[in-house]
């Protein structure tokens, strides 16, 4: 399955943005679908992951209660929606998809499929 992530852009503090996970080649509901996020110099942080039925989600404890991931099936889209923004959810985030097991799912090494970043901005 190749992925694309989209929707960054620059908000301000307080705001709201909806990042878009893009997939070809396969269903996305055959992966437990992740987003990850990253700024130069730090590793890849763990942001929040959906199941492949998208029942279940878990998400780091500096987002969650601001930041909801669903998806849509019949648009086979995986969205990443962040509430209450603030300059240090600043970052290029990622999707990424895995079939490994749930409980794997915060651990970057368990995705095998990436799509390219997309740059968030927050303006204090």
């Known amino acids: 399955v190749q992925l694309q992530a989209f929707g960054g852009g620059l908000v301000q503090t307080g705001g709201s943005l909806r990042l878009s996970c893009a997939a070809s080649?396969?269903?996305?509901?055959?992966?437990?679908v992740g987003w990850f996020r990253q700024t130069p110099g730090k590793e890849r942080e763990f942001v929040g992951v959906v199941s492949r039925n998208g029942g279940s989600q878990y998400y780091a404890g500096s987002v969650k209660g601001r930041f909801t991931i669903t998806r849509d099936k019949t648009k086979n889209l995986v969205y990443l929606q962040m509430n209450n923004l603030k300059p240090e959810d600043t970052a290029v985030y990622y999707c990424a998809a895995t079939q490994k097991v749930w409980s794997a799912t915060s651990d970057a090494t368990m995705y095998d499929h990436w799509g390219q970043g997309t740059l968030v901005t927050v303006s204090s």
């Open positions: 080649g396969r269903a996305l509901t055959n992966y437990n």
